[in-house]
């Protein structure tokens, strides 16, 4: 459970202010362990195998070939005792990454009063959407919440493949995509529906809050369309169609971010909002951004829900933009 999701019920319980504390410190504890694990399993195997593609000295070597054996042994370790809590880490699409980054978002998320609506409302009805490629289905909350339902065993993995994606990832970047926009503050918070990582009905997945609005409409007559430019130039997204976002009078939503965060020289299939703005030059506030961003160690808490290329991939954009000063032209990426 995150840090902050704990206050509301920390109130309501009444408890000592030491069950408090105790509670608070369990809290942190654990989202600690789950970035110490995703460091050392996912980010360490990672970073390990591509210091072995250098030209190094034998000692040097079979010193990173220890750690890396030790690493692997370890996330063998973690993915058993995972799987006894979880029965749907025995699906093909819960490869030992994806399941170290869903363990991360986990012990992160509903520390946002909208996070936890989506994550504590009980199940009233549902029906599946029939739009996009996924397996999409729209379920009714007890409390008044409506949100959308990404399954990873409900992907087009052919699709995906095309995007650049070997792995199930695209839940984990929509729920990515909200906590970056939650970091970044408004402009661009208010741009992306918070989504959260939920278990429904046996199926683990992203869930989204409904927006408000209709596909396919002109996003120009929109007044935060040009935030909409920067965030999806940001965050590397390839299907940028009518089909994924909103209108709703003035404000625009944007919709599906399962195939973004791309890598270099990913495919960029649509990217209608990012062109519409050509090479502006960026913003202050833009600007200001970036840099908080390039100098936050966990990328304004994404680094680690992110495949560990992925997260380079953001923090060699944003550096980029910091370094041209404008917006890139649209993909590939
Ligand atoms: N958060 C949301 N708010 C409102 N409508 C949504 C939301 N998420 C999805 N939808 C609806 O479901 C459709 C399919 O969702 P999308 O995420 O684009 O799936 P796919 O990955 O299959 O393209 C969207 O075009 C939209 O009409
Ligand atoms: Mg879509």
Redesign the pocket.
Same mark, same amino acid.
């Given at each position: 459970m995150a840090r902050n999701r704990l206050e509301p019920q920390i109130a309501a319980a009444g408890v000592s202010s030491e069950a408090a504390q105790e509670m608070r410190a369990s809290a942190d504890a654990r989202v600690a362990r789950a970035q110490a694990d995703y460091d050392l399993t996912r980010g360490g195997i990672y970073d390990l195998e591509k210091k072995l593609e250098a030209d190094i000295p034998d000692t040097e070597r079979e010193l990173l070939e220890d750690r890396l054996n030790f690493a692997r042994a370890e996330r063998a370790r973690l993915l058993q005792a995972h799987s006894q809590t979880h029965k749907w880490t025995n699906n093909d699409w819960a490869t030992p990454g994806v399941q170290a980054q869903i363990a991360v978002i986990e012990s992160v998320q509903g520390d946002d009063p909208a996070e936890r609506a989506l994550l504590d409302g009980q199940i009233v009805t549902c029906h599946e959407?029939r739009? @996009?490629?996924?397996?999409?289905t729209?379920w009714v909350l007890d409390n008044g919440v409506?949100?959308?339902h990404?399954i990873f065993s409900g992907?087009?993995d052919d699709l995906a493949e095309d995007f650049g994606q070997d792995e199930a990832v695209?839940p984990i970047h929509?729920v990515a995509a909200w906590h970056l926009a939650k970091g970044m503050g408004e402009p661009w918070r208010g741009l992306v529906?918070p989504?959260v990582l939920r278990e429904i009905d046996g199926e683990q997945g992203s869930f989204?809050?409904?927006?408000?609005?209709a596909?396919y409409q002109d996003f120009r007559a929109t007044d935060n369309w040009q935030a909409a430019a920067f965030f999806d130039a940001l965050i590397g997204q390839q299907?940028r169609h009518g089909?994924?976002w909103?209108v709703d009078s003035r404000m625009l939503?944007l919709?599906?971010? @399962?195939?973004t965060f791309a890598c270099p020289g990913d495919y960029c299939n649509k990217a209608d909002i990012q062109s519409a703005r050509k090479h502006d030059p960026l913003s202050e506030e833009e600007r200001a951004v970036l840099e908080r961003l390039v100098a936050s160690p966990d990328l304004l808490g994404v680094r680690h829900m992110l495949a560990p290329d992925r997260a380079d991939a953001l923090l060699a954009r944003a550096q980029q933009m910091l370094d041209t000063g404008e917006i890139p032209k649209a993909g590939p990426y």
């Open positions: 959407v739009a @996009g490629s996924n397996t999409i729209q409506i949100g959308y990404k992907l087009d695209q929509e529906p989504c989204a809050a409904k927006a408000p609005g596909n299907d089909g994924n909103l939503t919709i599906d971010h @399962g195939f």
